[in-house]
Every structure is written in structure tokens, then in C-alpha cells.
């Protein structure tokens, strides 16, 4: 099974600021065949369920906001929130979808400073 | 209105059953993977099974092989988990979700029904 570590557990950051969370895959998930990595983002509000934020590790789902930017390739990930809103305080997850098991990351939980 | 809802949750002992539902609505059902996720209390996210679009094909996680059967009607819009041999270590909220695969991201998820497995 691929294993997702996602770092920090949790960040706080003062409104307005960057926020930067981290996930690794304990093996690549970019298929070479179509140079696609296989990962996506998700945003967990408290007593909600989850929703996707990023695919194929840099496209946003419709309706997310810009503010929202996903990077990286190969086993390493980031999410970026370039600008924190009060709204964005949430658990986020990473998740590869390169090979079954689907497999996420254990989460970061974001909050204001 | 495009959503899942799930039901079907409760209170089992443990070496129990239970079986829950997940009434899609507002899209083509049939033209999709669905899965069921959990997420055990204070804890993150586990993908434990997931079905091809005509029910043909199953995946399951290593931790519920032989004890659970992910089904599907597509003529109802319905998908279902069937829990046998509950542990536990099932105690999570179960999440119904679109796969936007084969096996892929999720892009549409149900509330969650709860099961909590406790003598």
C-alpha cells in the first residue's frame, strides 16, 4: 500500500498570511504514461464531510477559490492557501489514487493565530 | 438537486451486522464508481471498498476483506455496504462518495451515517 505523511499535524496562521501543508508518498504516484500525478486535496470543516479541493495535484475543483494552489510531483506534494480566510479553518487531507488501496494523508489541521 | 445520503447507521454488538444504504440523486449513478469511506472518531479518512459502475468489479481494504460487501442498484440509484463480523475497530462515520475513476478522487460525498460497534 502507498503510505501519505502529510506535515505539520497542525499550523496556525494569522489571517491574511500563507498557509503551506506538505504530503509525502512513500512512492511515486506520477504515471508516466500521461506524466500525470495521481493525488488530490481535500478540506474538512468541523461536523462536515470532506471536499475536494485539487486533482491530478494541481487543478482546482470547480468553485474553489484561487487562494487555493496545488503543487509538487513524483512523492512530494504541497498545498498552498496564499492568503488564510477565516473560512479555510479545517482539517486537510492529501489522497493518491495511483494504485488501490486509495490511500490518505493522517490530515493537518489549520487554524487562525 | 446532485447529493448522497446515507443511512442505516446505529448502535451493533460487536460480531454483529448492519447494512447501509446510499440513495443517489440529481446525477447518472450508473455512470459511476462509488465508494465508502470512514473516519473513526478524531481520526482521518479510510477508503474500505469501492465498486465499478455496472457492480462488476469490488475493491476492498486489507482490514475488512471477508466481513464486508459493497453492492449496488442501479435501477434504485442506490449503493449499499453489507457489515458482517462488526469489530470495534469499525466504530467510524461512514461516508458514501462519487469517484471521479476508475478509482480515483472524490468529488461528491453524503453526510456520513454513524456506526458505533459496543457491547
Known amino acids: 500500500d502507498i503510505v501519505m505523511t502529510q506535515s505539520p499535524d497542525s499550523l496556525a496562521v494569522s489571517l491574511g498570511e500563507r498557509a503551506t501543508i506538505n504530503c509525502k508518498s512513500s512512492?511515486?504516484?506520477?504515471?508516466?504514461?500521461?506524466?500525470?500525478?495521481?493525488l488530490a486535496w481535500y478540506q474538512q470543516k468541523p461536523g462536515q464531510p470532506p471536499e475536494l479541493l485539487i486533482y491530478w495535484a494541481s487543478t482546482r475543483e470547480s468553485g474553489v477559490p484561487d487562494r487555493f494552489s496545488g503543487s509538487g510531483s513524483g512523492t512530494d506534494f504541497t498545498l498552498t492557501i496564499s492568503s488564510l480566510q477565516a473560512e479555510d479553518v479545517a482539517v486537510y487531507y492529501c489522497?493518491?489514487?495511483?494504485?488501490?488501496?486509495?490511500?490518505f494523508g493522517g490530515g493537518t489541521k489549520v487554524e487562525i493565530k | 438537486e446532485v447529493q448522497l445520503v446515507e443511512s442505516g447507521g446505529g448502535l451493533v454488538q460487536p460480531g454483529g451486522s448492519l447494512r447501509l444504504s446510499c440513495a443517489a440523486s440529481g446525477f447518472t449513478f450508473s455512470s459511476y464508481w462509488m465508494s465508502w469511506v470512514r473516519q473513526a472518531p478524531g481520526k482521518g479518512l479510510e477508503c474500505v471498498a469501492n465498486?465499478?459502475?455496472?457492480?462488476?468489479?469490488?475493491y476492498y481494504v486489507d482490514s475488512v476483506k471477508g466481513r464486508f460487501t459493497i453492492s449496488r442498484d442501479n435501477a434504485k440509484n442506490s449503493l449499499y455496504l453489507q457489515m458482517n463480523s462488526l469489530r470495534a475497530e469499525d466504530t467510524a462515520v461512514y461516508y458514501c462518495?462519487?469517484?471521479?475513476?476508475?478509482?480515483?478522487?472524490?468529488?461528491?460525498w453524503g453526510r456520513g451515517t454513524l456506526v458505533t460497534v459496543s457491547s
Open positions: 489522497q493518491q489514487y495511483y494504485s488501490p488501496p486509495l490511500t
Open positions: 465498486i465499478w459502475q455496472d457492480g462488476s468489479e469490488k
Open positions: 512512492q511515486s504516484v506520477l504515471y508516466s504514461s500521461n506524466n500525470k500525478d495521481y
Open positions: 462518495a462519487r469517484d471521479r475513476g476508475p478509482q480515483g478522487y472524490f468529488d461528491l
